[in-house]
């Protein structure tokens, strides 16, 4: 019995779903797949080696070729004699945000975490640097960050500026998250142990213990000048029905000399 044939990994859906000869058509029309598309848009568009599509539609070599001498033959037929071009069906599932490593789009969606939003792709030679964000300040509790300031940094200065919500996620979700945006370095203010072990876990770098305003932060990080607490750490706790978020008294979680006070504990 023939094995069956392995679901080709898509980007996501073409901006275009036909083209129509201008003038006298054959009235025919060719059905090019999703897969097929992909393929066509990586090798002519991108430019990528067989070998690079085949391990970003996570399928084998040959069974891209094959794929694409198809497509080719569809456009090919289209463009010569008169026949309208459509672009649906096919074997295929559209990334799920896991494989953002290899996206070859410039802007991306990312779906992980119940999350869904584009990103624009990080140049081949720039540092991603996120930072936890509230009102141009560094959020102070890692688990309850709502936005994600994220900077591109090329040759010592900021080329790229983008807020990204988290869409509600905390703690090993925001790691997850993170590392989905292609991060390097991490700054914050507290931050929990489990947190701290999955961005290590992400090879992200972590400069916690950090407050103020955001742009500075990552100003003086490229400087070389940012001042941070490399053991910082921060347990949340709820006593007695009032939530405590750690740096919501002007402090720094795990450096003490600006210890959290009152209904929370930092430095834990």
Do not use: W
């Amino acid at each position: 019995m023939a094995r069956p044939s392995r679901c080709r990994r898509v980007c996501s859906e073409p901006d275009y779903e036909s083209f129509v000869p201008e003038g006298i058509a054959c009235g025919e029309r060719n059905c090019l797949t999703l897969d097929e598309f992909e393929a066509i848009r990586l090798i002519d568009l991108e430019k990528f080696t067989h070998e690079q599509c085949a391990k970003q539609m996570d399928i084998s070599r040959t069974t891209v070729t094959e794929i694409y001498e198809s497509a080719r033959g569809k456009i090919a037929d289209s463009i010569v004699n008169g026949k309208a071009l459509h672009i649906s069906g096919g074997n295929y599932r559209f990334c799920d945000g896991t494989e953002i490593y290899n996206c070859s789009r410039k802007c991306m969606k990312i779906n992980s975490a119940d999350l869904c939003q584009t990103v624009e792709r990080k140049g081949e030679n720039a540092m991603r640097i996120a930072v936890t964000y509230e009102n141009g300040e560094i959020f102070q509790h890692f688990g309850h960050s709502e936005h994600f300031k994220v900077y591109d940094v090329e040759d010592g200065r900021i080329v790229k500026e983008m807020v990204i919500d988290t869409n509600g996620n905390g703690h090993g979700a925001l790691a997850g998250l993170l590392s989905g945006l292609n991060a390097d370095v991490l700054i914050c203010g507290g931050i929990g142990g489990g947190a701290r072990n999955a961005l290590a876990a992400a090879g992200i770098e972590l400069y916690g213990g950090v407050s103020g305003n955001a742009d500075e932060a990552v100003k003086s990080f490229i400087g070389g000048s940012l001042t941070y607490n490399p053991d910082v750490q921060c347990s949340h706790h709820d006593h007695g029905g009032h939530g405590h978020d750690c740096g919501g008294h002007g402090g720094h979680c795990g450096e003490d000399r600006h210890g959290c006070a009152g209904n929370g504990h930092c430095g834990s």
